[in-house]
Nanobody, 112 residues
Framework: QARFVESGGGWVQPGGSLKLSCVAS????????MRWYRKAPGMEREYVAS??????FYSDSVRGRFTVFRDDDLNTMWLQMNNLKPDDTGVYFC???????WGQGTQVTVSS
């Protein structure tokens, strides 16, 4: 069964940086389309970024500030988040296309 374990969240001041990790298991990671989502308090879960064999893709709200990358040998994906803003606050989740399984997520809080 697919499983996702996110980590690396925390509290950071506006303008700061965090690097999130996603360790996946239970499915063929290599070549899988991997995605990051986030859920802010009182909001629906929203798409953040994805990484495929064709490249990386980002939502308009994070493009230019966030970078997604992966290591298929480690079954791991990362999200480097720079110049964080209060609107980036939320629980961040990773998942794979076609797999309706969610991990616990990791909390990111951006505030002064």
């Amino acid at each position: 069964q697919a499983r996702f374990v996110e980590s690396g969240g925390g509290w950071v001041q506006p303008g700061g940086s965090l690097k999130l990790s996603c360790v996946a298991s239970g499915f063929p990671f290599s070549g899988a389309v991997m995605r990051w989502y986030r859920k802010a308090p009182g909001m629906e879960r929203e798409y953040v970024a994805s990484i495929t064999s064709r490249g990386t893709f980002y939502s308009d709200s994070v493009r230019g500030r966030f970078t997604v990358f992966r290591d298929d040998d480690l079954n791991t994906m990362w999200l480097q988040m720079n110049n964080l803003k209060p609107d980036d606050t939320g629980v961040y989740f990773c998942t794979a296309e076609g797999i309706n399984v969610w991990g616990q997520g990791t909390q990111v809080t951006v505030s002064s």
